[in-house]
């Protein structure tokens, strides 16, 4: 098809339910603990270790995100399909149980047995159609070697065979 300014989001959404990603939960304090299930994650820059990840301007946790000087992002491993589901449940206490987490550096939510995590500082907001691009300096992270990653496609989870 010829794509233009008019694409379809029905094709805009096809064409991107063919591509796999790995899915991270980004988490930070406002009054409360926030978080939100992401796949649009990305590094950006080695030096200095910058990542990104898109975050829509109507989520709930924009507010937070908004604000916030510090977020923890997480790399969910293959047997948490439960948190990433629960990240991305409108409405739902994201932090209840049986999601295992404590408040870790710079107040943070850090979740547990991860298969890897970033504490990272914001440094860029740059607002684009819908979203956000909110791009994040590493500043203490630490990862799970024996771990698989958990994979999102086609709508739903799977894992790397
Ligand atoms: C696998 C998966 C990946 C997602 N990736 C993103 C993302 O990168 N950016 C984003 O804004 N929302 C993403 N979402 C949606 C948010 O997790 C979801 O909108 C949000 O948590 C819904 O909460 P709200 O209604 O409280 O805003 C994703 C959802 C799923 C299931």
Known sequence: VTVDA?????????LFRRHAAGVAVITTTA?????????SLVALSLEPPLLSFNLSRTSSSW????DAEYV?????????????????????????TPTAWDFGPYGVPVLE???AWMVCRVETRVEAGDHAVVIGRVVEAGYHPEHRPLVYHDGGFTRLL
């Open 113 to 115: 047995d991860v298969l």
């Open 63 to 66: 507010s937070a995100v908004e």
């Open 6 to 14: 008019t694409l379809d989001p029905q094709l805009f959404r096809g």
């Open 72 to 96: 923890a992002v997480h790399l969910l491993a293959e047997h948490q399909e439960d948190v990433a589901a629960t990240f991305a449940r409108s409405g739902a206490d994201r932090f209840a």
């Open 31 to 39: 009054d409360r603990p926030v978080g939100f299930t992401a796949t």
